[in-house]
């Protein structure tokens, strides 16, 4: 639903909380998917909130709640009693249990798994104890498990049963006793095939998979690859002990690619949505990143300062420093930025180096002949330079867009070659690197090519 409507219907329910028209509420509430109720849940009276979430039924108010914020679900949690605590996580899947409780303070966490049941706390603890990037951390023990001797109606009457427990019953594993992964059916074979037909005539056996401790970036572009709604997790021993689902990938990309964003940028990364997130904890992500980039200025300062007599002869020079500058930082940024993305998707390995190299290279020759060219003119036309002065500033600008791309591309790989996050060095290293690299090119061309400087 639009953002307009749900603040109609934020204002609608408001009146009609005024009014005590409580079952007017609960007729809007059945109309709306979960995920708008959170959205209204978030902009609610606290002392309104508890009673507006009681009117939900109990699977859409576990579905709500899995879609709120971490602060509104801790508030909630501290309103409920046990028994509406343990009613709910009765409903909630497990994965979402998990997330929930990886974002609560210790004494919540605990009363949370005190209040789920033998089994289900056994597989949260099981989930949390993988490491926080893989594929195990994101994973659900929830899904439907076939035998391969199973006809197709023994199947949908396993379906039927246990089917309302699960995540997803588009996708069925076919496991031996002991658990291990052997086919993947789905529910487009079953209803197709005759009742009779056994499971292991239709299973595909070509199952693709990701381990427990494999990154679940990887777990991202498998999805991304096979276009899956589910991909089974195994163990060291190829038994499956979980699936990720199609939703929890995609909120995973969203998060890399918002943290690769926010890390290009100069902001250390944050869980909150930008009107969540206090003063404080935003300036606390910024300002360190702005005060290495003003600290790592003291190098072209001292650049500068190296050259100053020189400038004093001739100051149009100065004029073309900022565009210099610019110009550099903005060749090196876009080679960066798309090496960069390159590498999270997968597209290209370190070991790429060397092709990656070839084909920046001739694309910066191309951008430097270009804008060295324009720049000539520019400089005799718009800023009234002298011939000699423009040829100064139509090779600074040739070197620099080639030196700046082959830096741009290179050292995010480097970065990833040595363990490094590359999306950390983008804009505070690379960008201190090219602003320093275009004067020392503009002065040491300047000198060379001007007589007397």
Same mark, same amino acid.
């Given at each position: $639903? ?320 900022? $565009? ?66 423009? $040829? ?62």
């Amino acid at each position: $639903m639009e953002k307009e409507q749900l603040e109609e219907l934020y204002e609608r329910i408001a009146e009609l909380f005024e009014e005590g028209d409580y079952q007017s509420i609960r007729a809007i509430i059945s109309e709306l998917e979960p995920f708008d109720l959170s959205v209204i849940c978030e902009e609610l009276e606290e002392k309104r909130l508890p009673l507006f979430f009681r009117m939900m039924a109990k699977d859409v108010a576990a579905e709500c709640f899995s879609n709120m914020s971490s602060e509104l679900q801790e508030l909630l949690i501290r309103k409920m009693s046990d028994t509406e605590l343990k009613a709910m996580l009765d409903e909630l899947f497990v994965d979402d249990t998990v997330d929930i409780i990886e974002e609560m303070p210790a004494n919540v966490a605990a009363r949370m798994l005190a209040n789920s049941d033998p089994v289900t706390r056994a597989q949260i603890n099981q989930i949390l104890n993988y490491p926080k990037d893989s594929a195990g951390s994101i994973m659900t023990t929830e899904y439907v498990r076939l035998d391969k001797n199973m006809s197709v109606m023994d199947a949908f009457t396993r379906i039927r049963r246990v089917g309302t427990e699960k995540e997803t019953i588009y996708t069925c594993y076919v496991t031996q006793s002991d658990r291990t992964l052997v086919g993947v059916v789905t529910a487009m074979d079953l209803m197709l095939a005759e009742p009779d037909t056994l499971i292991s005539d239709l299973m595909e056996t070509n199952v693709i998979f990701s381990t427990t401790d494999e990154d679940k970036s990887s777990v991202v572009k498998k999805f991304s690859d096979y276009g899956f709604l589910a991909l089974p997790v195994v163990d060291k021993d190829n038994r499956l002990v979980g699936i990720v689902t199609v939703d929890d990938a995609i909120d995973v990309a969203l998060d890399e690619a918002t943290e690769d964003v926010e890390m290009m940028a100069g902001i250390t990364p944050t869980d909150k949505p930008y009107l969540k997130a206090g003063v404080f904890s935003t300036w606390l992500a910024r300002v360190p990143w702005l005060m290495l980039l003003m600290l790592s200025a003291t190098f072209t300062g001292a650049i500068i300062s190296a050259y100053e007599e020189a400038l004093s002869h001739l100051v149009i020079l100065t004029a073309f420093i900022p $565009m210099l500058m610019g110009t550099a930082g903005n060749a090196g940024g876009q080679s960066s930025v798309t090496i960069i993305r390159a590498l999270s998707l997968g597209d290209v390995v370190p070991g790429d180096i060397l092709r990656i190299l070839w084909k920046e290279l001739r694309v910066s020759l191309l951008c430097g002949v270009s804008l060295a060219i324009v720049g000539f003119f520019k400089a005799i036309w718009l800023d009234g330079a002298d011939t000699l002065v423009a $040829m100064v500033v139509c090779l600074t600008l040739f070197a620099t867009v080639v030196a700046s791309k082959v830096v741009g591309c290179c050292f995010p790989v480097l970065i990833k070659k040595i363990g490094f996050d590359p999306a950390v060095v983008a804009s505070p290293f690379i960008t201190t690197v090219i602003d320093a690299l275009a004067l020392v090119v503009y002065f040491a061309v300047a000198t060379a090519l001007i007589p007397n400087l």
